[in-house]
Nanobody, 125 residues
Framework: VHLVESGGGLVQPGGSLRLSCATS????????MSWVRQAPGKELEWVST????????HYRETLKGRFATSTDNAKSTLYLEIQNLEPGDTAVYHC???????????????????WGQGTQVNVSS
C-alpha cells in the first residue's frame, strides 16, 4: 500500500494550491479519504473527508469555502484545492484512508488504515 502526497511548496498569501495524494495497493472506492494537516508546533488537525464512491465531502467548519477535496477514482487519487491561502495554512498535509462505514474526522494517524508521509505547504510573503 502506498499513499504519496505532492503539490506542496512555497506560496504567497492569497495564492492557491492543489495537493494530490496518489494511492495504490488497496481498493480506493472502498475507503473514506481524508486530509489531515499539522502546523509547526501544533497538533494534527483534520481538514476534510470525501467518500469516493459518492463524492460526498465533509470539511472542518472553519475551513469551508476555501478548501475543496475531490477524487479521480480511475487514478485512485485524492486532491485538495486550497484557495486564498493564509499564513495559518502553513503545515504538512497528510492524506489518510479509513474503511467505508468507519467514523471520519479523526486527527490521529492510528485511526487510519493507511497514512501518507505528507507534503509541506508554506504560505509566506
Amino acid at each position: 500500500v502506498h499513499l504519496v502526497e505532492s503539490g506542496g511548496g512555497l506560496v504567497q498569501p492569497g495564492g492557491s494550491l492543489r495537493l494530490s495524494c496518489a494511492t495504490s495497493g488497496f481498493t480506493f472506492e472502498n475507503y473514506h479519504m481524508s486530509w489531515v494537516r499539522q502546523a509547526p508546533g501544533k497538533e494534527l488537525e483534520w481538514v476534510s473527508t470525501i467518500f469516493p464512491y459518492s463524492g460526498l465531502a465533509h470539511y472542518r467548519e472553519t475551513l469551508k469555502g476555501r478548501f475543496a477535496t475531490s477524487t479521480d477514482n480511475a487514478k485512485s487519487t485524492l486532491y485538495l484545492e486550497i484557495q486564498n491561502l493564509e499564513p495559518g495554512d502553513t503545515a504538512v498535509y497528510h492524506c489518510g484512508a479509513t474503511g467505508a462505514g468507519s467514523p471520519y474526522g479523526s486527527n490521529k494517524p492510528a485511526h487510519y488504515d493507511y497514512w501518507g508521509q505528507g507534503t509541506q505547504v508554506n504560505v509566506s510573503s
